[in-house]
Structures are given as C-alpha cells and as structure tokens.
C-alpha cells in the first residue's frame, strides 16, 4: 500500500512539474487613487480625501503558470501616485513614491495561450523618498508615512497569444498608507489614518 502511495505522489509530482510554464516580461500603465481619511481626533475633523488623482506604474512582471487553468502572477513596480487631501474647501497635493510587489493566484479561461483571465491577491507598498508630509493643512502637525503597507486587489482582462497582456484591477487598502499625527508640547494626543484605493491599467509584453 505504501508503494502504490509513493507511485501516486511521485506521478502527481512529474505530472505538475511537467504542466508548470514560467514567462516574464515588462509591465506598465496607469494608477487611479482615492485617499480616505479615519480621523481618530477632533484637531482631524474637518480633514477628508480629495478628489481621484491620476498616477503611473512601471516594472516587471512573472506569471508562473500551474494546472487546471490556474497560474500565480507576480510583479516588481514603481508607482507614483498624486494624494490629494482637503479641508475646510482647501485643497493639497502630495506625491506618493513606493515600491510595489502585487501577487495574485489567476484562473485562466482559453485555449493556448489566448484568452482572459481574472485574479486576486495581496499587494505589498513599500514607501520611498522622505517619511515626512509637509502638507500646511495639517495645522502644523505631522503626517508620517508607514514604511510597508498591505492592500488586497482583484483584477480581470486578457491575453494575446501569450505575450501582450492588458489588465485592470482594483486595489482595496488594508491598512493606512500613513498617519497623521497631532501634537502637543511633543505628546501625542490624536491622529488619522490615511488609506489609498487605486485603480490601475495595465498593458504587459512577455518575451
């Protein structure tokens, strides 16, 4: 019985190391965000996410492909987002720099290596550039940036005789991007949290 097992397992394995397929190629396109603003004190009340602004990504992209139509993407890309918040009519831009490393288990309907898709997964945001937001809305107090922050997106689209691939995807936030932060004589006595949604289009060639 344990033979039969042992033949069964190690069939399973050369069967799914034989279906496996790897490509990789460049990636870039366009971010859509919306900041959302969680005030946790009255010196944030009047403080609110602005209107959507437009970004770019750009990077590489693998896809790892599995069997029964399923294969796992992953890619390394730069973004650079416009953050805009409000308060009391007045209106503030901030550049967001990061590094981004989205994963997402896909399933693939096709044949070959044509057809459409749809994915999701976690995204991983790594801050760049300086940790301080210099933003006059904040009444002298400080906004902060997280060093990593966690988002889950979900995203759907097609592929092209294996090499051009267009995408797009929703990001939701799981946690904030930043906080801002009030002070008094050097003690904290509130903040808010800044959380980013994005819309991204995509278009990948695959060597």
């Known amino acids: 019985m344990k033979k039969i097992l042992l033949t069964l397992v190690a069939a399973l394995v050369?069967?799914?190391?034989s279906a496996f397929s790897f490509n990789w190629g460049v990636t870039g396109g366009l971010n859509y965000t919306k900041v959302k603003v969680s005030s946790k004190t009255s010196a944030f009340s009047q403080?609110?996410?602005?209107?959507s602004q437009a970004g770019w990504n750009i990077g590489v992209r693998a896809n790892v492909g599995l069997i029964a139509g399923f294969s796992v993407n992953g890619a390394l890309l730069y973004n650079q987002n416009k953050l805009v918040l409000e308060q009391n009519s007045v209106k503030e831009t901030e550049t967001e720099r990061s590094f981004s490393i989205p994963l997402?288990?896909?399933?693939?309907?096709?044949?070959?290596?044509?057809?459409?898709?749809?994915?999701t997964g976690p995204?991983?945001?790594?801050a760049l550039g300086n940790t301080k937001w210099n933003n006059a809305l904040l009444s002298g107090?400080?906004?902060d940036k997280e060093n990593m922050a966690t988002s889950w997106n979900v995203s759907v689209g097609a592929k092209v005789l294996g090499k051009l691939e267009l995408t797009a995807g929703y990001t939701f936030a799981l946690g904030a991007i930043g906080k801002a932060i009030a002070e008094q004589g050097g003690i904290?006595?509130?903040?808010?949290?800044i959380k980013r949604n994005m819309f991204q289009l995509n278009a990948t060639y695959y060597f």
């Open 104 to 119: 997402n288990l896909r399933y693939n309907f096709g044949i070959g290596q044509t057809g459409v898709f749809v994915g």
């Open 188 to 193: 904290t006595i509130g903040g808010a949290d």
């Open 14 to 17: 050369v069967t799914s190391a």
């Open 47 to 51: 403080l609110k996410s602005g209107d």
């Open 123 to 126: 995204q991983f945001d790594f």
């Open 141 to 143: 107090n400080t906004y």
